[in-house]
């Protein structure tokens, strides 16, 4: 929090929006609300291993060598991995004594039983993996729930940022938005998961975002299954590929004045079908990318932005700081990030003796 020129109060939304992501990942993974000290251990781990992704990955490349010759770089990974093994493992085994805990509790009391909620560590407890018929070993279950809270993170709170970098840029942007919420929404002060569904100037705000500013300018690393010829060049077996995200959402040939934040492009005046972010019928862009290794938490993210977005606007007003121009440029960390972050002026809008 700083101050403007005239003294307003001036928020850096970019870290809250971040650690509220994180914090509803953990009670989606661990099913409990954990304490903030637990919270802080959870993300200093996740943090450390992200930071030093780039210098980790090329371990991957022949590690019978790179152990011998980066030695001093394989303690320092097994240490971090050591420490999240530390903090990750008792959240996991806490959660497999809730289960049986849960379960041993008198099935009749009704009044007795707290309600459970399924978390994603519970569903790595019952897997069974088809062709190994085993269950999944602690190690692989830490493994799973640190790609989760990473995976749905700094993409999450990225493409809100970018979001609300635009709805305080183009305040009319921001006022059509809050009038569609309102006609849905009515007297309530929770946008709720049924509300979502019957707003799609929301929906389109949300598919411009990410159509302007992917969170992640590339997909993973996809690697061809056979000899492949793309546009001319020969691809050999086993040869990587990648898909330029950003430049698909952008090209002047598919887009209309691609560079616009123009959330109209997304209604469906004519009554046809949704646009399609999956790209099962035709890829115009592809901000979770596309296909069989498509991410898996695209549907999960949507709901999230839906929610942060819609609450957020109903809530409170967004403008920007005084004499403040909003910046769209960017900048490459774990996804691409607004280089200099967004400050907005909030502003309660509804008085709570109105409820
Ligand atoms: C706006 C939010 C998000 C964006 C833009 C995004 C984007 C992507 C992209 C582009 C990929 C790579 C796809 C490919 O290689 O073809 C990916 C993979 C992945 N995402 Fe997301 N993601 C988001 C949110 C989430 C969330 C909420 C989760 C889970 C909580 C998640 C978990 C994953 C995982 C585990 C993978 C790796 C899948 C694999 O290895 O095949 N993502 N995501």
Redesign the pocket.
């Known amino acids: 929090m700083s101050q403007s020129e005239s003294g307003k109060v001036v928020h850096c939304v970019k870290d809250h929006f971040q650690y509220a992501m994180f914090c509803l ?1 953990v009670l ?1 993974c661990f099913g409990d609300k954990l304490e903030e000290e637990k919270i802080k251990q959870v993300e200093d781990g996740q943090r450390r291993m992200l930071l030093s992704f780039n210098r980790f990955s090329m371990l991957n490349f022949w590690p019978s060598l790179t152990r011998i010759l980066f030695y001093k770089r394989w303690d320092e990974f097994l240490q971090i991995r050591r420490d999240q093994e530390k903090v990750l493992i008792p959240l996991i085994r806490a959660r497999k004594n809730a289960r049986i805990e849960n379960l041993s509790k008198d099935k009749d009391d009704k009044f007795g039983k707290e309600e459970f909620i399924v978390s994603y560590v519970d569903t790595l407890l019952d897997l069974q993996l088809p062709h190994e018929n085993r269950k999944l070993e602690e190690g692989e279950i830490v493994s799973l729930c640190s ?3 990473d ?2 993170t700094d ?2 709170s ?2 809100l940022q970018w979001i609300f970098a635009n709805l305080v840029k183009y305040p009319h942007i921001q006022e059509k938005l809050f009038m569609e919420i309102k006609d849905v929404v009515g007297e309530e002060q929770e946008v709720k998961d049924d509300h979502l569904h019957r707003m799609p100037y929301l929906k389109a705000v949300i598919l411009e975002g ?1 159509r302007r500013h ?3 300018h ?5 690697a061809v299954t056979q000899d492949t010829v793309l546009d001319g060049f020969v691809v050999p077996k086993n040869g990587t590929i990648n ?1 330029m ?1 950003a430049e698909m959402g952008r090209d002047p040939n598919v887009w209309e004045d691609p560079m616009a934040f123009n959330p109209e492009r997304f209604l469906n005046t004519e009554g046809g079908e949704a646009f399609d972010v999956t790209g099962s019928r035709e890829i115009k862009m ?6 069989r ?6 549907g ?3 709901l ?2 839906e929610y942060f977005v819609a609450n957020l606007v109903w809530n409170f007003k967004w403008m920007a700081a005084d004499g403040d121009e909003v910046d769209l440029s960017e900048k490459q960390e774990f ?1 691409v990030v607004m280089k200099n972050p967004l400050k907005a002026q909030i502003s309660p809008r509804l008085k709570p003796q109105n409820f």
């Open positions: 990942l989606m790609e989760f809270l995976g749905g993409t999450t990225t493409a990410l992917p969170p992640g590339f997909v993973l690393p996809h898909f995200v592809m901000p979770f990318g596309v296909g290794r498509i991410c898996p938490g695209y999960l993210a949507m999230h932005l996804t």
